[in-house]
């Protein structure tokens, strides 16, 4: 074979190489992939019956812009070497910042009214309040695609020690 029909070849070789790894990384970050591993069984059956079901993992679990998403693809490639070596902690945790919740929820920055209860959620995010301190089973810990998006009175209790008379209004 002579160096041009090698310089094809290789190029070649490389072009599918490429075409493969996009195609390998694209279904990797999506929500089916997940679910074949087993630490990651129970988060992906939640989203399943959540209010965000069909919604991609990125959307949440990545932060904005171009190094977000690399560091996200990292953290796959990461999270897949765990899985085969065994190292993965459980619970599995993973921040979801205010910032990836305001991209689709502009609305919580203004008073909201759940029944007779006022609900300030602009106080919250100025006081650095992270929306899954109060709404932790919106996605993971939801059980059925109902009763999923109300904070609890033992959510708001861990910093509002009066609020009884909030829940029985």
Not at 7 to 28: E, H, K, M, N, Q
Not at 48 to 76: Q, V, W
Request: glycine letters at 8%.
């Amino acid at each position: 074979m002579n160096p041009d029909e090698r310089r094809i070849l290789g190029i070649g070789f490389s072009i599918i190489f490429l075409v493969a790894f996009i195609f390998a990384l694209d279904y990797a970050s999506k929500p089916s992939f997940c679910r074949f591993c087993h630490e990651m069984k129970e988060a992906y059956n939640s989203w399943e019956n959540s209010s965000h079901h069909g919604f991609d993992c990125r959307l949440c679990h990545t932060k904005p812009g171009a190094i977000g998403s690399a560091l996200a693809y990292f953290k796959g490639v990461k999270g897949v070497f765990l899985h085969f070596t065994g190292g993965f902690a459980k619970p599995i945790k993973s921040r979801v910042g205010n910032e990836n919740c305001l991209k689709c929820h502009q609305e919580v920055t203004l008073i909201k009214w759940v029944g007779k209860r006022k609900v300030e959620h602009h106080i919250h995010l100025k006081n650095e309040i992270q929306c899954t301190d109060c709404h932790s089973r919106v996605v993971h810990g939801a059980t059925k695609f109902t009763d999923t998006e109300a904070p609890k009175e033992k959510d708001c209790k861990r910093c509002h020690k009066e609020v009884k008379d909030f829940f029985n209004q």
